[in-house]
């Protein structure tokens, strides 16, 4: 079944303790994506990734890093978690840039920092 | 600030009621894309526009990209509870790049 898959789904953890949100798809898609879901702002771009070893900032990158060292693999780090990064977290990808392809978005992680 | 607002935030309406979503970007969108999520859900493709003044149809939905290109809407003809969910327009902003913008969202509940 073609799916993008995130873990882990539910987090819990206290400021500065670092972490990372996996992100796994099996389409084989050149672009994967990170987007937060806030009330009211909808989802922000957090960084994306046109294909391998290529990433780029999205709108609000300040706070996470990401890797793309294998296509089907895009890791969403935080070095050091803040309470302003309480949140719900979609992976997304497409098999080329959201402009010519739709995007399928994972499950979603939802992180509560302390 | 926040590049594409939709109004209203929120919409309460009767089931069989039509409904409405307006999307306004600050600068012209390359393109559109239509997303329903709902509760608890990921945001699922609707639908993308591309061209100005572009109307497509999807049975009951309807979606229509503005002239110049800095406006969009969705339109439920007599909504059911299967049309529950929050929608969001998406695009790439003509002036940013590669950087891919979602709107604030629509959250629509239908009363039965």
């Known amino acids: 079944e073609a799916q993008v898959t995130q873990n882990p789904r539910y987090l819990i953890t206290v400021t500065g303790k670092k972490l990372t949100v996996t992100c796994s798809q099996n389409m084989n898609h050149e672009y994967m994506s990170w987007y937060r879901q806030d009330p009211g702002l909808g989802l922000r771009q957090i960084y994306y990734s046109m294909n391998v070893e290529v990433t780029d900032k999205g709108d609000v990158p300040e706070g996470y890093k990401v890797s793309r060292k294998e296509k089907r693999n895009f890791p969403l780090i935080l070095e050091s978690p803040s309470p302003n990064q309480t949140s719900l977290y979609f992976c997304?990808?497409?098999?080329?840039?959201?402009?010519?392809?739709?995007?399928?978005f994972g499950p979603g992680t939802r992180l509560l920092v302390l | 600030g926040q590049q594409v607002m939709q109004i209203p935030q929120y919409q309460h309406v009767q089931e069989g009621e039509d409904f409405t979503t307006y999307c306004n970007s600050s600068?012209?969108?390359?393109?559109i894309q239509w997303y329903k999520q709902r509760p608890g859900g990921h945001p699922v493709f609707l639908i993308q526009l591309v061209k100005s003044g572009e109307v497509k149809k999807q049975k009951r939905l309807t979606f229509q990209f503005g002239e110049a290109k800095k406006n969009s809407s969705l339109h439920i003809t007599a909504t059911q509870t299967t049309d529950v969910g929050t929608y969001f327009c998406a695009g790439y902003l003509s002036d940013t790049g590669n950087q891919f913008y979602f709107g604030t969202g629509t959250s629509l509940t239908v009363i039965p």
């Open positions: 997304a990808s497409s098999d080329r840039d959201p402009f010519q392809e739709t995007q399928y």
């Open positions: 600068t012209t969108l390359s393109n």
